[in-house]
């Protein structure tokens, strides 16, 4: 039914404020606030009882983000705030990333404090405060948010034939599921390091009918046609995040080392096939317009008429209706009907 199919929105990980607390230094016995208040030096420990909870994002009017109403913390309808982005370094030499998110109130007061790890922190562990951005925040936020396809992806181009992700080139013609076959408008390329939020996902060959293995970004999206309605969602196409199909066999996280992601842009958001699986192009959304270089964001961004509001989000699925461990098999089979 309808309420299994989910609003547009992004889910996140997140700790709260209290789960980072200053050891040692000037601000000795707080938990993590806002860059305004923080201290360079500080030592902050992360407690031993911590666990992460995934806090929803919307997009609101006007290109605010507040929280979703299926949020697992905060208060639904709530804006949040992207303040900074801090460098902490543990007692091995490791550094950590850490976006800083605020809950503000109806009233404009800071209500909470969030923390996104861009890798995993370690409980039972002292992080020294190294670096506090508030410039550059956007931007990490933005790489969070976009859907990547990884190094030797292959890409159905309009002639049909395959090519590998990394030879693709703007202008170049690609097979869209919707509107034929579309130029590409602009192609991201970064290499980060595959952990926590950025680790990619492995679906192996076969699993979703895809012709060889397919690796792609944790959050990235399929479109699932379903020809028999086996999740009971009353309709028949689906989008399905990759890391709500985890299983530990044939769908699994690639954590570790270092990964290539690339992304892929047209002027609408498009759903494109890659090793033989339709999965959704960059979004540009309020999150993901910091993604794009300086000379393309206002220009580019504001040029493109299909980011507005894409309609293939009102088919993404909810996590709830996923939790199977089967879940990859009752799709393929329902898929090929």
Not at 13 to 39: C, K, Q, T, Y
Not at 215 to 230: E, G, M, T
Request: charged letters at 25%.
């Amino acid at each position: 039914m309808i309420s299994a199919i989910a609003r547009p929105a992004a889910s996140v990980p997140v700790f709260r404020a209290a789960d980072l607390v200053v050891e040692h230094g000037v601000n000795a016995g707080d938990e993590l606030s806002f860059a305004a208040e923080l201290i360079p030096d500080d030592v902050y420990w992360m407690a031993e009882g911590a666990t992460r909870t995934r806090i929803e994002i919307e997009t609101a009017e006007g290109g605010a983000i507040r929280i979703g109403a299926d949020t697992e913390t905060g208060t639904p309808g709530h804006a949040l705030h992207l303040d900074s982005c801090l460098t902490f370094m543990a007692d091995t030499g490791e550094t950590a990333e850490v976006l800083v998110l605020v809950e503000v109130d109806g009233s404009g007061h800071a209500a909470r404090v969030y923390a996104l790890p861009l890798v995993p922190l370690r409980p039972r562990t002292d992080y020294r405060l190294v670096g506090i951005d508030t410039e550059g925040a956007a931007r990490r936020f933005a790489e969070v948010a976009c859907v990547s396809f990884t190094r030797g992806t292959r890409i159905t181009m309009g002639s049909g034939l395959q090519k590998p992700i990394e030879d693709l080139a703007v202008g170049d013609r690609v097979l869209t599921r919707d509107d034929g076959v579309q130029e590409v408008r602009w192609i991201g390329h970064s290499t980060v390091r595959a952990t926590g939020e950025f680790a990619p996902v492995l679906i192996r060959a076969g699993t979703l009918n895809n012709e060889r293995d397919l690796v792609v970004s944790p959050d990235h999206r399929l479109f699932i046609y379903q020809r028999a309605d086996a999740l009971g969602v009353g309709r028949s196409e689906l989008l399905v995040r990759v890391r709500h199909l985890l299983n530990g066999d044939t769908i699994t996280r690639l954590d570790g080392g270092f990964v290539e992601y690339y992304q892929l842009l047209f002027d609408r958001h498009q759903i494109i096939y890659a090793e033989g699986i339709a999965a959704e192009t960059l979004l540009v959304d309020t999150r993901t317009r910091a993604a794009l270089p300086p000379e393309l964001d206002a220009k580019l961004a504001a040029a493109l008429p299909g980011h507005g509001r894409p309609v293939h989000l009102d088919f993404e699925v909810q996590e709830s209706v996923l939790k199977r461990p089967d879940m990859a098999r009752v799709l393929r089979a329902a898929s090929e009907g």
